[in-house]
């Protein structure tokens, strides 16, 4: 049953991909980083549109070609979905062309809810002359399987602690006691100068 649901959604996404233009090409190589990861996680083979390898079909069921190029209809949209998106990936696409090669970055958010979603920023630069169209794309769940079977995590990674958090806070502490021992130069610097105009009036 989910090989079924896989094919039948790279499919249909495939079917965007070929609307792309003619002149569009997929990467060659990619490369994922995010929360979980130790490194850079390399994406193995073919993403000229193919949906046959991991790389082909990251493309597919990511929105790449219509986030990159300009499709009609466009299935991107410029406002961010509202979901709990979740932990946030990097995606960086080496795409070869007329131009050299170029590197363009995705976002993607595989364990948003409902579905996992991606992110291209508009106007990347590629191939000198060319920049991204950009946008949202909400996938099908079966990008985070696929992203999975590459080498992310299972379930979404724990949010590291914030900086500071769960921590005393020594900063604070310190100019507290900073301010303290200040105050207490002063009282009794005061305390000084009060005794001695006592001493003098009573002289």
């Known amino acids: 049953m989910r090989r079924l649901l896989v094919l039948a959604s790279l499919a249909v996404l495939a079917t965007l991909a070929a609307t792309a233009p003619a002149a569009a090409k997929g990467p060659s190589t990619a490369s994922i980083t995010g929360p979980g990861l130790d490194h850079a996680l390399p994406v193995k083979g073919e993403g000229e549109g193919g949906a046959g390898t991991p790389l082909g079909s990251i493309v597919v069921l990511g929105g790449f070609f219509p986030q990159v190029f300009v499709q009609s209809p466009d299935p991107t949209t410029r406002a961010k979905p509202a979901a709990e998106l979740g ?13 050299g090669t170029s590197t363009i970055v995705q976002e993607v958010y595989p364990y948003a809810k409902p579905s996992p979603v991606t992110y291209v920023r508009p106007g990347q630069p590629f191939w000198s002359v060319n920049r991204t169209h950009g946008g949202w ?3 099908s769940p079966e990008l985070k399987m696929t992203l999975v079977d590459a080498g992310l995590p299972q379930s979404r990674p724990k949010s590291p602690p914030r900086s500071g958090g769960g921590s005393f806070p020594w900063v604070w502490t310190g100019l507290a006691a900073a301010a303290f021992v200040v105050l ?15 001493l003098r009036s009573t002289a």
């Not at 207490?184 to 006592?198: E, F, G, H």
């Open 137 to 139: 794309f909400v996938s």
């Open 87 to 99: 932990p946030r990936y990097e995606i960086a696409y080496r795409v070869p062309g007329p131009g």
């Open 184 to 198: 207490l130069v002063l009282a009794l610097r005061w305390r000084d100068i009060t005794r001695l105009r006592m």
